[in-house]
């Protein structure tokens, strides 16, 4: 069966600007159709699926949209650049997320009944709900490229692709899973900044989408492990485990005059919603695959 896996990430000038502008339509439709899905009963409120009337209904219409979106990206893109439909889709689910406010909406204003630490925990189950919208874009990116069938040239042609990944270390995929996991929380922990200060949306989407790209990057070319399900998985982990943790130990370890203040979250993972995580966080872990592949290729062995 035919993977994305395998195609190339070398793209001519045409293949770029197909994928910029399938990423602008993208975000038209998630601005539009997936704000109406997703759009909270405060102007003010922060996307989250804790927001809507029924947060099963809402993911259902959010993953037709995302199959949509990634179907019509390997249609036109023909699979020549792997999880292109993933990436636009994760571009749209982002532009979406811009329009609602800062993870510290939540807590500010949680919904009604709900403790701090059960705040938390819900939004850990909502990562997972997020995670499933982007499943559905990579399942059907997938059938759709195997219904059109491969761009690429046969398997048994002894190309520079069908070359490289004979020589993939053994392993590679849980090696790059470790890297990307641990390196990116580093890298979000690091730039995303200090509890104390208020949740900024830009400083999240650069600290996720930057966090994630340079973690691949680096988990990529340390592993020749070229398929993105494991940095992807990468994001999955560092955000559910962070959720989870603040569930579990919803108090900031900061100092007493700081736990009393509204934004204050319980770890720098809670800092970004989890839709963020999911779009910011997945289109870095992607766009690093595609760098880190080409920066294998050409190095020497």
Known sequence: MVTTDAHSTHQGSFDKLV????CVVSAGLFYS???M?????????AVSLLSTASPVIA?????????????????LLRGRLPYAGTFVVAIGLAVMAARGSSADYMVRFPPAGTSRSALFTLLAAEVVAWAVVIVV????????????????????????????????????GPLCLLLCTVCGALLVRTTGGSLVTAVHKGQVYFSLAAGFYLATLLGVIVSRTRPAI????????????????GGQWPTP?????YRQLAHIMPNFVCRAMPVEYLSAGVAGAIAGTWTGSRMASASPD
């Open 19 to 22: 994928l910029i502008l399938l």
């Open 33 to 35: 159709v997936g704000w």
């Open 37 to 45: 899905v997703v759009r909270p009963v405060d102007p003010f409120g």
């Open 59 to 75: 993911v259902a219409e959010l993953c037709g949209l995302a199959a949509v979106v990634a179907g019509l990206a390997t249609v």
């Open 137 to 172: 874009a990579v399942a059907a990116a997938r059938t759709v490229d195997t219904w059109l069938g491969s761009a690429n040239s046969p398997p048994d042609t002894q190309t520079p692709d069908a070359n490289r990944a004979k020589k993939q270390i053994r392993g590679g």
């Open 230 to 245: 494991w940095p992807l998985l990468a994001v999955l982990i560092v955000s559910l485990l962070g959720y989870l943790a």
């Open 253 to 257: 370890a900061v100092a007493d005059d």
